[in-house]
């Protein structure tokens, strides 16, 4: 069966590989945005957005996740990547 949009994922092994690598991203801008911040000695790309952090927590594992300007930088610009290269 041909997919009638080829950038579009047919099956979830590509979702989950688009997703990671989103994911990979986000981590990557901020980690990039903190770099910055340390050389030009500004802080602005690793100031937060939001009053607090996004909260999930399990049973043994806690996952807070706070967006910052490098961040979402990392995460459009990954997004650009992943559907220019399809």
Known sequence: MVSANPKKPTNRAEIGKIALILLLGFFAGAVTGVILDRLTGVS???????????????????VELQFTPASLIGLVATLYFVLKKG
């Open 44 to 62: 602005f790309f690793s100031s937060y957005l939001l009053r607090e952090a996004i909260k999930f927590e399990l049973y043994v594992i806690k």
